[in-house]
Each structure stands twice: as C-alpha cells, then as structure tokens.
C-alpha cells in the first residue's frame, strides 16, 4: 500500500539558507501533520492542514511557512535557517480528523 | 491545549518480563488515543490506539487501558522480546486537533 512520502530524505544546508521539504500524503488522506523532532526528544508539532486549509499552528517559526496544494502535497518552507533547527522532520496524513496518522519516513535536516 | 505526560522516561526489563508505560493527559475532549514505536532515526510507527468509547484493547502481546475519568491511559507489553526495545511514544487527540506526544519512553529489553 502507499505510504506518506516525504523528500529529499536528508538535507545540508549553511545557516541562513532557505530549505523547502516535500510531503506527499497517502492518497485519499485529507490531513496533513508536520512535526519536528530533535535528538532524544519526542516530536513537536509545527502546523497541520485540512483539504488544503491551515487547521492548527503550532510552535512553528515565524521563518518557517507551509501550505498545502490542490493535489494534497504540502511544503514546508523554512528560511533564515539556524543551526537549532537541525532535526528531523516528519510529515503524517490521515484520513478525516479523528483517525490514525501515519508518518513519512522524514527528512533529516542538518544545519551547519 | 492538550498536555500529555508520559512516564517513566526509560524502562529495562528482563526479556519475558512485562512492561507498563502510563500517560495522562490534560484535555477531557481528547478521544483517541495511539501509541508509536519509534526506532532510532526512523519513523514513528503505530502499534495500537484505543478510542474513548472503549475502556480497553488488546492486540496479540500489546494492549492499551484507558480511564477517561482519570484521564490516563497505559500500554501494557507482556513476554517482552529484545525487537521490542525502542522509544515508545503515547498521544492524545481531539476530534480537529493535532496529535499531542507525550515524551516518549526509552524500552530496553535484555536478553
């Protein structure tokens, strides 16, 4: 079955360069989660989307945007980047609002 | 908005041995409940969930209890393998909202 794909897996980039992560839920799925996770720690949400509209924000950056296109894929778009935002980011979809969320296999971003 | 507090924040069992891991959570409309299995730099994976009409479920060695009233919720592990060993992390959602973590559980089964 098709899972969440999320791309590039991994990602370098020099503090102040901008970093655009790509999420391609499952298809039928109607929600879109993004989550940061650091080293040890449990993931932090960032932003959710429900057919193509924000539904909730979370500790997300004010350097940090993200939408969600009319064929349901959603960028996360970051800028100014800092060395603390090196961590792995997960990106889930469901399908309606109260269902499992099933992960991608993230993107393993690297700031230095 | 919801808080969820996971305890104990790492865990060594015997292999065979059970192993219990609690939450509690801050939200009464919060109800559904997951829990993920988290291997080092891989994806969280869903094991089992439990929704707040039920009071408990199981699924072959695991199984979730939840006390809406309290507001907790456990996974219980039993005949623990060393391929059980991971971070283990539980949720708490609300119909709408985002799924919450707690702060995950580091499992270590010895063999």
């Known amino acids: 079955a098709a899972g969440v794909i999320q791309s590039p897996r991994h990602l370098i980039k020099e503090k102040r360069e901008t970093a655009t992560l790509k999420c391609y839920p499952i298809?039928?799925?109607?929600?879109v989660y993004w989550y940061q996770q650091g080293p040890g720690q449990d993931p932090q949400f960032l932003i959710s989307?429900?057919?193509?509209?924000?539904?909730d924000k979370g500790s997300i950056p004010d350097r940090f945007s993200a939408q969600q296109f009319s064929d349901y894929h959603s960028e996360l778009n970051m800028s100014s980047l800092e060395l603390g935002d090196s961590a792995l980011y997960f990106c889930?979809?469901?399908?309606?609002?109260?269902?499992?969320?099933?992960f991608g296999q993230g993107t393993r971003l690297t700031v230095v | 908005g919801e808080n969820v507090e996971q305890h104990p924040s790492t865990l060594s069992v015997q292999e065979g041995d059970s192993a219990v891991i609690k939450c509690t959570y801050s939200?009464?409309?919060?109800?559904?409940f997951p829990w993920y299995k988290q291997e080092l730099g891989k994806r969280p994976q869903l094991i089992i969930d439990?929704?707040?009409?039920?009071g408990e479920k199981k699924d072959q060695r695991i199984a979730v209890t939840l006390n809406k009233t309290a507001k907790h919720f456990s996974l219980h592990i039993t005949e623990t393998q060393p391929e059980d060993s991971a971070v283990y992390f539980c949720?708490?959602?609300?119909?709408?909202?985002?799924?919450?973590f707690g702060g995950g559980t580091r499992v270590l089964v010895k063999p």
């Open positions: 889930a979809s469901s399908s309606g609002t109260n269902t499992e969320a099933f």
């Open positions: 298809p039928r799925h109607d929600t």
């Open positions: 989307f429900y057919e193509k509209m924000q539904s």
């Open positions: 939200d009464s409309a919060s109800n559904y």
């Open positions: 439990i929704r707040s009409n039920v």
């Open positions: 949720a708490a959602k609300a119909a709408g909202n985002k799924l919450t």
